[in-house]
């Protein structure tokens, strides 16, 4: 019998299960110590509300969207618009998993900085008519144990204290606080993060924005960018339909991925509709 068994005596026969192992590290969990993750639910229902889990969420979304014709690796594309941090894989490839190869149109913090060529490109892999597109365009942030914004345990590479999520927002947040400084130059050696920066300085409306400010901010200027470009190529395409979806994954403890939902909306025949999972 290998260490990673227990054996118990149940009703006079033996009965293996295997000891529970980190989702993250890998290592084996002791079952006997709780964490106590009141903090991070607490925090998770305030600014987060309705928030769930990964799985469940891309799951709900194929559920819904089977009675709109839209058919997972039949007739239906996904592209997906995340940040590009290791840790909004798992999001993927939970959609990947449904949907089937997606076509990757996020930068630094979510944002589509793809632009009008890389929606063109999605939009040129799929049929000229009665195609379905399917979008998922993320930005994201974590929340600890204890339920503090931004801070992430990263233990699958080794690391033993916490870090940022979103890195680049939490540096522009930072930024803002001691006085950026106007107006913001394309650095050709920093681009995506210089774009963040002009992108997000037109949304931050208040002088000391928090993180989850900025956060909220990056959310926004995705579902907006993310409307337009689609809008924009149904005109020339009146047959295809786009579900839309956006919002924020949030990364908790223990390697769960929430996402919140901020919008979900459908386009047919030119004109933008709501949807609700």
């Known amino acids: 019998m290998s260490n990673s068994q227990k054996v118990e005596i149940v009703e006079g026969k033996e009965n293996r299960t295997q000891s529970p192992l980190c989702r993250q590290c890998h290592a084996k969990v002791n079952v006997n110590v709780k964490e106590d993750t ?30 709109e014709g839209f058919y997972p690796q039949v007739n239906t594309m996904a592209c997906v618009g995340l940040c590009r941090d290791e840790i909004t894989s798992p999001f993927k490839v ?21 632009g009008k060529t890389g929606f063109s490109a999605a939009h040129h ?16 942030t974590a929340i600890n144990e204890k339920g503090e914004i931004g801070q992430v345990l990263r233990n699958k590479t080794g690391m033993t204290q916490e870090s940022t999520a979103c ?5 522009f947040t930072n930024e803002l606080k001691k006085g950026i400084k106007e107006p ?31 956060t909220n901010a990056a959310y926004k200027i995705i579902t907006n ?21 956006s919002g924020v994954q949030i990364h908790g403890p223990d390697g769960h991925d929430y996402v ?18």
């Not at 607490?42 to 559920?63: C, E, G, H, R, S």
């Open 94 to 114: 939970a959609i990947e998993t449904i949907y089937g190869s997606a076509f990757s149109c996020g930068a630094l913090g979510g944002l589509l900085l793809c």
């Open 38 to 67: 009141t903090g991070f639910e607490k925090a998770l229902q305030k600014y987060y509300p309705k928030a769930i889990l990964i799985n469940d969420f891309v799951f709900k979304t194929k559920q819904a969207l089977l009675s």
């Open 225 to 245: 960018d993310l409307e337009h470009h689609s809008l924009e190529d149904s005109k020339h395409h009146p047959t295809r339909q786009y579900a839309l979806f």
């Open 167 to 171: 890195g680049a927002l939490m540096a």
């Open 260 to 277: 919140w939902l901020g919008k979900s909306s459908l386009i047919r025949d030119g004109k933008t509709q709501s949807f609700a999972l």
């Open 125 to 140: 892999h799929v049929p000229e008519k009665k195609a379905c597109l399917v979008y998922f365009c993320f930005t994201h």
């Open 184 to 214: 913001i130059q394309i650095d050709e050696n920093d681009v995506e993060m210089t774009m963040l920066k002009k992108r997000l300085m037109a949304s931050s409306s208040k002088v000391t924005p928090t993180l989850f400010d900025v």
